[in-house]
């Protein structure tokens, strides 16, 4: 998954005020421990970060 995919799905589900929000402060232990930007700064891959995203904030399917 592209970057630019991956954020249009952020935006897209937790609007464009808040996407970069979560991304930024919100820290889960399925990314050890990491924020969205400071796993993908440390090189997971967009889709692996997406994934995790969805099973933590419970991302209907057809949203995924």
């Given at each position: 998954m592209r970057l630019t995919v991956f954020?249009?799905?952020m935006t897209d589900h937790f609007g464009p005020?808040?996407?970069d929000?979560?991304?930024?402060?919100?820290v889960m232990t399925e990314?050890?421990?990491?924020t969205v930007h400071e796993a993908l700064d440390a090189g997971w891959d967009a889709k692996d970060v997406w994934r995790v995203v969805c099973t933590v904030m419970n991302?209907?399917?057809e949203q995924r």
């Open positions: 954020w249009e799905r005020g808040y996407a929000t979560f991304a930024r402060d919100h990314l050890g421990g990491r991302v209907p399917r």
